[in-house]
């Protein structure tokens, strides 16, 4: 059994372009233009800034990506909404190199690009645990970013000033930043179904019931699992009936 919260005891690795190099200017230059109005929000929402905590939740029917912050990984609070700008393939999980998809899963930020060629990005852990079980085994496509510009192949793209914040929130975190890729809100129309989504949905469900860093874990099958406290999993019984 392969724990994703053990994955997420690794720190980020930052990604410039000349080994040993400072961050690049364009990060810190960023970071002056938009901190004032995230310490401001953050204020107003009372979480410490910059966050201890920032964990993405992305909707790809939906077009949307919501940031979610908190001072503790137990209670998070939504910070912002933003419109996806660009994104590409259909809904459903990415399976291989050059199928433009856009993966559906759990993931972490593992890498901060400051020099992207799309102004700022943010590298997710593509392929996990669970892409490697069912993505194809020797090409299954590698480099998926949260990342400035307007138009994208397999990654988001989010406008220059949106990812302005957005990786300024990350570069801030105190803990490792999760990162959800939902198909849609669900409950949905869209088919086929498949299992993946029904653990998906699962996941969606039990945050939206308590905000907070979810403990997900992927099995050796390959399947999402939430690993729930005995008082949520007592909760969850009893709201069954």
């Not at 790809?60 to 940031?67: G, N, Q, S, V």
């Not at 050796?220 to 019984?237: I, N, V, W």
Request: aromatic share 8%.
């Amino acid at each position: 059994m392969y724990a994703t919260w053990a994955l997420l005891m690794l720190g980020p690795a930052v990604v410039s372009a000349g080994c040993g190099m400072p961050e690049a200017d364009r990060a810190s230059e960023a970071r002056v233009r938009v901190e004032s109005a995230l310490a401001e929000t953050c204020e107003e929402l009372r979480v410490t800034y910059p966050p201890r905590v920032v964990h993405f939740r992305a909707f790809k029917r939906e077009r949307e990506l919501e940031t979610w912050i908190g001072n503790a990984p137990t209670k998070l609070v939504r910070l912002r909404t933003d419109t996806i700008a660009g994104l590409s393939g259909e809904l459903g999980p990415k399976r291989r190199e050059g199928d433009r998809q856009v993966p559906e899963g759990v993931y972490v930020v593992d890498r901060f690009n400051p020099k992207s060629r799309f102004h700022l990005s943010l590298g997710i852990n593509y392929p996990n645990a669970s892409d490697r079980v069912f993505a194809d085994a020797d090409r299954p496509g590698s480099d998926i970013f949260i990342h400035g510009g307007t138009a994208s192949i397999g990654c988001l793209a989010m406008t220059d000033p949106v990812i302005e914040s957005l990786y300024t929130l990350a570069r801030g975190a105190k803990s490792p930043v999760t990162v959800h890729l939902f198909p849609c809100r669900f409950p949905h129309d869209a088919r086929p179904e498949s299992e993946l989504w029904r653990q998906l949905a699962e996941i969606q469900r039990d945050f939206s019931a308590a905000p907070r860093v979810q403990r997900v874990e992927i099995t050796r099958s390959g399947a999402y699992r939430l690993r729930r406290s005995r008082s949520r999993e007592a909760a969850h019984d009893d709201s069954r009936g």
